[in-house]
């Protein structure tokens, strides 16, 4: 008796801990007509007539627990079609993996960059949270000057003097403060406003923005260096103007418009009947800004650039609302598949 109980222990054990992947096998292994459940019922004639009773209700309760497992294992086999490793077919060609694409902002991004970096640009980049100095006052935009009223942006509560950056003007401080010159850089990244979202201003948005700090740096490297840039990034036929502005960071500051690329300059919507987009905002570094990050400014000058993403994107792509680019719609993302 004590003999039989260990085999049914053992077996019951053996089961719990390698449960068989498959039904059919279990089956025929412990259910079958030479299976292990049979052969244990066939001790019952070894066992004394006195325990007879006590051993049936244990083989039965054995054979139960047995049949339970196999229905389990058939459920949980039944999902899987194929029972039978002959009937995969291991020439077929394998599932389709849905390829994503990048970003409009980032391919418009990654084109810019390499448009600079053929005129020997280098990429630098900085921190999103910044302090007032890097963000404002080595600007030339110092504490309550009406200029930062353009640029409100999120203050971080634990620190006053920390803020999302409005601009990437403040990796071209920390740039300059490093000393080493020339500086010929691009500067791409992510800025922050405090404005109300439309379709033509966001709460964050990319720019890049550009300096070229050296000895007798005009603006007419300034000139020939956006005009390239443009014709490589729009076509040759694109035309440019720029027209007088103000930036506390530049003097002479200039705003850079392009011939509309919708209408070819005739005029329409997008233009306003003008026939010209303004696409960005540039001058020559102003002295203080020099002189605030530590360079000479009687004896280096330099000129300056910066332009919202989104805004060469929309007008690359013909895309209307700005909100599209963040709100992550597989069906506009899916049309930039290929490189620009
Ligand atoms: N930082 C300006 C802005 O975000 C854009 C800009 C204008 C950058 C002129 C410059 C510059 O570097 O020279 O509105």
């Known amino acids: 008796m004590e003999q039989l109980v260990n085999q049914i222990k053992e077996l019951k054990d053996k089961i719990v801990a390698n449960v068989e992947k498959d039904a059919e096998a279990f089956r025929i292994k412990y259910l079958g007509t030479k299976g292990l459940v049979k052969a244990i019922m066939g001790e019952m004639k070894n066992v004394a007539a006195e325990n007879k009773k006590e051993a049936g209700q244990k083989l039965n309760e054995f054979k139960l627990f047995v049949e339970e497992k196999y229905e389990e294992l058939k459920q949980a086999t039944s999902s ?36 600079f970096q053929r ?48 601009h990437t003007s403040s990796v071209q401080v920390r740039e300059m403060q490093k000393g080493k010159l020339p500086i010929r ?30 000895e007798n740096v005009s603006f007419a490297d300034l000139k020939q260096t956006l005009y390239f840039f443009v014709q490589e990034m729009f076509g040759k036929d694109v035309k440019v103007r720029f027209r007088p502005s103000y930036f506390p960071f530049t003097e002479p500051s200039a705003e850079m418009d392009i011939s509309c690329l919708i209408c070819g300059g005739d005029g329409c919507s997008v233009c306003k009947k003008t026939g010209w987009v303004e696409i960005l905002g540039c001058g020559m570094v102003h002295p203080n800004v020099l002189d605030n990050c530590g360079i000479d400014s009687n004896k280096y ?23 599209l680019f963040s709100e992550n719609d597989m069906r506009f993302l899916k049309q930039f598949t290929s490189a620009v």
């Open 301 to 323: 000058t330099g000129f300056a650039f910066g332009m919202g993403i989104e805004r060469i994107t929309m007008l690359k792509y013909q895309i209307k609302d700005l909100r």
């Open 80 to 115: 899987t079609p194929i029972t039978n490793h002959q009937s995969i077919d291991l020439t077929l060609p394998g599932d389709d993996l849905p390829l994503g694409s990048r970003h409009p902002i980032s391919l418009v991004k990654n084109k810019i960059i390499s448009i």
């Open 185 to 214: 850089i691009i500067c791409p990244g992510r800025v922050y406003r405090n404005e109300t979202i439309s379709a033509r201003a966001h709460c964050f948005f990319h720019q890049v923005e550009g300096l070229y700090i050296a």
């Open 119 to 166: 005129l020997g640009f280098a990429v630098a980049e900085g921190p999103e949270i910044e302090d007032d100095f890097h963000n404002f006052t080595a600007l030339n935009l110092p504490e309550n000057h009406p200029a930062r009223d353009m640029q409100d942006t999120f203050y971080i509560s634990q620190n006053p003097d920390w803020l999302l950056r409005t």
